[in-house]
């Protein structure tokens, strides 16, 4: 005789022993990743092992943001199966052909080798809080619940290097502020004084300013939001803008840089748009710069009748 818990373990489905892990590997042995999303891009690992964002265009990726990429993807759960062998034909009724979304991780031998092709995933159509997944090395179709499948990028900004740019104050040579339908142009000589330009009115705070130029020079996302087509109303864009453009000397390449301000975000400081290589693109503003350059505006709204 033996135990009826043991007998009622063997009765129970071979489902209940599955591994739910949809995909098990070692973030290190990748080399690329593809994604066919909202929008098709791609990543490269360079020789000092950062990530690079190289379709659909050129630009550093963030360490963070990638490794939290392998680890959605490494514990993404299935829920159920929904069938253990689905033939390719019976693929789009799931959704999955083509696939409405894809992620192909590849090592650096995929291309070549066959015994260690690319690794893809693939994601259907939604169904009652759940989508259609499957692996490209399988024949079963899964479930999985859709905030999981979500909750992976789906553009390439989404994984960009949250540095938005670098430069001192040393580098500053002017900042221009619009507010409230009225222009303040600041300019800075090389000795770090601040003055109004001609035609502009207010009190400057060189403290305040030269504490916010070092910030602006550091300036990193707290938030990746929005790129391209821009809901300026669900992030608060004003018309008049309310937004900052700063003169940086590049030695022979002098370039301006624009930060436009929106409504308060979710991490306290405002939501913020600039232009970087992915086209407009909307972030939440830390709020440690956010406060410093606050103080520049007050001093500057002291005295009214900026030009226009």
Avoid at 34 to 40: R, S
Avoid at 268 to 277: Q, R
Wanted: a negative charge; one cysteine or more; charged letters at 25%.
């Amino acid at each position: 005789t033996v135990p009826n818990q043991v007998v009622d373990h063997l009765r129970a489905p071979y489902t209940d022993f599955l591994d739910r892990r949809l995909i098990e590997f070692a973030p290190a042995t990748m080399e690329r990743i593809e994604a066919h999303a909202a929008e098709t891009f791609a990543l490269q690992k360079l020789t000092n092992d950062a990530w690079r964002i190289v379709e659909p265009f050129n630009a550093p990726a963030d360490p963070a943001l990638v490794q939290g990429f392998f680890e959605r993807l490494n514990s993404l759960q299935i829920a159920d199966v929904v069938k253990e062998v689905v033939d390719a034909l019976a693929l789009p009724g799931y959704g999955l052909s083509p696939p409405a979304r894809e992620y192909v991780l590849k090592t650096a031998d995929s291309a070549e080798s066959t015994n260690r092709p690319p690794i893809r995933i693939e994601f259907g159509t939604n169904r009652a809080g759940k989508v259609f997944v499957r692996r490209s090395d399988e024949s079963s179709v899964y479930t999985m619940p859709t905030e999981d499948a979500d909750s992976l990028p789906q553009a390439a900004f989404e994984l960009r290097d949250r540095r938005i740019w670098r430069f001192t104050t040393n580098q500053v040579t002017g900042a221009t502020i619009e507010l409230n339908g009225r222009t303040y142009k600041l300019r800075r000589s090389g000795n770090g004084n601040w003055a109004i330009a001609e035609g502009s009115q207010g009190m400057i705070n060189p403290f305040a300013l030269e504490e916010a130029m070092y910030r602006f020079g550091q300036l990193r996302s707290r938030h990746w939001d929005a790129c391209g087509k821009i809901n300026s109303d669900k992030f608060g864009f004003g018309n008049p803008p309310h937004k900052i453009s700063i003169e940086v000397n590049d030695g022979d390449k002098p370039r301006t840089v624009t930060v436009e301000f929106g409504k308060q975000s979710l991490s306290g400081g405002p939501y913020a748009l600039v232009d970087l290589e992915g086209g407009r693109t909307v972030f939440e503003f830390p709020f440690d710069a956010f406060n410093a350059y606050s103080e520049v505006v007050r001093s500057l709204a002291v005295t009214v009748g900026a030009a226009r």
